[in-house]
């Protein structure tokens, strides 16, 4: 587009080196991470890789009816081949169970190939995740048919998903060691799915391994479960910063997002299991709320708000029943409550950007929100 009154030997394209862009930021126009994403950005290389062909695997899919219709089919394949095993698959003996699964599983890798090469990354994503929900079928068939099964609780695949017992961690590390190699090699940010459901399932499992001496105990296990969240999220932060600045865009996707969730509900479930007479105690739990709220406006991740915002209305909701209990009041201050959360929906829905902004300022570039 020609610009009026420009000069006659004006020349609107100019060539950039990296040094300059560095001088950009040593006179403060600009910060070191802008920078590297400019270079990134108008790099040969990085310009010789753009084309007019469909989009790769590094976007992040969108909510829309086609994504809908390939999670919606891809759930119901998974729950096919975890959730649903009937006894009748027993029939096959555990040696025919491991050709199934091992056939399974390579013709998933196959068609999630194929998929990938055809830029469909998110029908892809769910193949690949199927293969590693198929592992721990492949490893149990195999076990069993070895002998090596220990003896007790579990005999059947399907209690894997229902039954807590310690039996069930030789599956679950094969399934980790599995489930990292497979993203390593498809780099598919939905693989990281099942990778967290394990990690959920392990840390009932080895509750169970821990107590065998003693017996059941339930706020053991809730404590282990607390521990397991905070190490979850804990590998989620450094995943999500090191995606964040990778180079490469197929490791510049989400792959935190699944380690994140799942991290958060073992920590705040365990969290809002524990029980105290002590108001302090209380206090400091809806104090925890108050920071799960900040931290997640402060690393852009919804799932710290969202809990942290029902763990203080849980404690309003505790105090106002104590407060005003067996009075008329009671549904009044209910209600006022309530009124209260939606109003601070709307305040946050409106300053969401400029708090996220202010907060993130204090944090590293990597787990600055995206």
């Not at 991470?33 to 969108?62: I, K």
């Not at 997002?257 to 479930?269: D, P, S, T, V």
Request: hydrophobic share 50%; with cysteine.
């Amino acid at each position: 587009m020609p610009i009026k009154n420009a000069p006659a030997d004006f020349n609107p394209s100019v060539q950039l080196r990296q040094a300059d862009l560095q001088a950009a930021v040593l006179d403060g126009l600009i910060s070191d991470s802008q920078a590297r994403d400019l270079w990134a950005r108008w790099s040969p290389q990085a310009a010789a890789a753009r084309s007019p062909e469909p989009v790769g695997p590094h976007a992040g899919p969108r909510f829309s009816f086609t994504n809908t219709l390939y999670y919606f089919g891809g759930m119901v394949a998974i729950g096919a081949m975890t959730l649903f095993m009937t006894l009748g698959w027993q029939t096959f003996g555990a040696w025919g169970l491991s050709a199934i699964a091992l056939a399974y599983l390579v013709a998933c890798l196959m068609v999630a190939d194929y998929l990938k090469l055809r830029h469909l990354p998110t029908p892809a994503g769910i193949l690949a995740a199927l293969a590693v929900c198929l592992v721990p079928l492949l490893v149990w068939a195999v076990q069993s048919g070895l002998g090596l099964w220990p003896p007790g609780r579990g005999a059947n695949y399907r209690d894997y998903h229902t039954l807590i017992d310690w039996r069930w961690l030789t599956l679950e590390f094969a399934t980790l060691a599995a489930g990292v190699v497979m993203l390593w090699r498809y780099r598919l940010p939905f693989m990281v799915m099942p990778i967290a459901v394990t990690l959920w399932y392990m840390s009932m499992d080895v509750a169970n391994a821990l107590m065998q001496p003693h017996g059941f105990d339930w706020q053991f296990t809730r404590d282990v479960s607390l521990v397991f969240g905070i190490g979850t999220c804990a590998v989620a932060m450094w995943v999500d910063a090191r995606s964040r600045q990778a180079e490469l865009p197929a490791w510049r996707q989400d792959y935190a997002y699944w380690l994140y969730i799942f991290g958060a509900l073992m920590f705040w479930g365990a969290l809002s299991l524990r029980d105290s007479n002590s108001e302090w105690a209380k206090l400091g739990y809806a104090l925890i709320n108050v920071g799960l709220v900040f931290w997640g406006a402060t690393i852009g991740r919804r799932v710290f708000t969202v809990l942290g915002a029902l763990g203080v209305a849980g404690y309003l909701g505790y105090l106002s029943h104590r407060v005003f209990k067996d009075s008329l009041l009671f549904p009044f201050a209910l209600t006022l409550l309530g009124l209260g959360v939606v109003w601070l929906g709307i305040w946050w829905q409106r300053h969401e950007e400029q708090i996220q902004a202010r907060l993130g300022a204090w944090l590293p570039p990597g787990l600055r929100p995206r």
